[in-house]
């Protein structure tokens, strides 16, 4: 039932988005700590985190149709304030709901428990829709430690709400991969260096923070990318329906 779904619904979404192939970004500084990686997400098998900005409503949605490796997203919890729609995020989208300002243990338990089992977990760890990222919450990086997997950075570039006119321009949606933070490696060094567990944890959140700001800025150029006339790519939407009915819904 959840991959007949998954299908209409993913068929339904390439009539007025465009999923791009994905773009690596690759940090324009020199990398020389240990704890900085490049991740392949298409070849690596074991838990992850994947960070990303968070600018549209429909970013969730996007995670699970169109990454390379599909996963969980944390969602607020107040989405599931209805009994159907939250049925709806739950089973079908695979949305997992946290309480953004005090999450309880059980969610938490339940998000380290995807992880360990070796699937993706998609966070935006600003909590909220936001075109530039402020501040980031440090629960991602608790996550990250307890269930020891890296924090993959990435970017969803391009204008993601809907409307019927973009039916004949259809909005390019690009998933940006920056580095990948080994929060343990990274919390064992700074502890190395004399700082407390929860000082650690705080520089660590900032680091991430900051790679999530650089990734951003570095994709800025995306928001406004368009596919041709739908008369134009026509013979391109049809390849890519074909394509999502042969595999199911899914790579």
Do not use: W
């Amino acid at each position: 039932m959840r991959r007949f779904v998954m299908l209409i619904i993913k068929a339904f979404s390439m009539l007025f988005f465009y999923n791009d192939d994905k773009v690596s970004v690759y940090d324009y500084r020199e990398i020389k700590q240990k704890y900085i990686k490049y991740i392949d997400i298409d070849k690596y098998s074991s838990g992850l985190i994947v960070a990303t900005t968070h600018t549209s409503y429909l970013d969730g949605l996007f995670c699970n149709l169109s990454m390379p490796r599909k996963g969980y997203c944390l969602a607020k919890i107040e989405l599931f304030d209805n009994k159907i729609k939250g049925f709806f995020y739950k089973n079908i989208l695979g949305f997992i709901p946290i309480n953004r300002d005090k999450p309880k243990l059980s969610e938490l338990k339940n998000a380290i428990n995807i992880l360990k089992r070796g699937d993706i977990l998609y966070v935006a760890p600003s909590g909220t829709r936001t075109d530039n990222i402020e501040h980031i919450k440090r629960g991602i990086v608790s996550m990250a430690l307890i269930a020891n997997v890296p924090i993959l950075i990435a970017d969803i570039g391009g204008i993601k709400k809907f409307h019927f006119k973009y039916i004949k321009h259809r909005p390019i949606v690009n998933y940006n991969f920056g580095v990948s933070i080994d929060v343990s490696i990274l919390v064992s060094e700074l502890i190395e260096k004399k700082f407390t567990l929860k000082e650690a944890k705080n520089e660590a959140t900032k680091i991430v923070e900051q790679e999530l700001k650089a990734i951003e800025k570095e994709s800025q150029y995306q928001k406004d990318c368009f596919s041709p006339n739908i008369i134009k790519s026509s013979l391109n939407i049809f390849k890519d329906l074909c394509t999502i009915f042969k595999e199911g819904g899914f790579n």
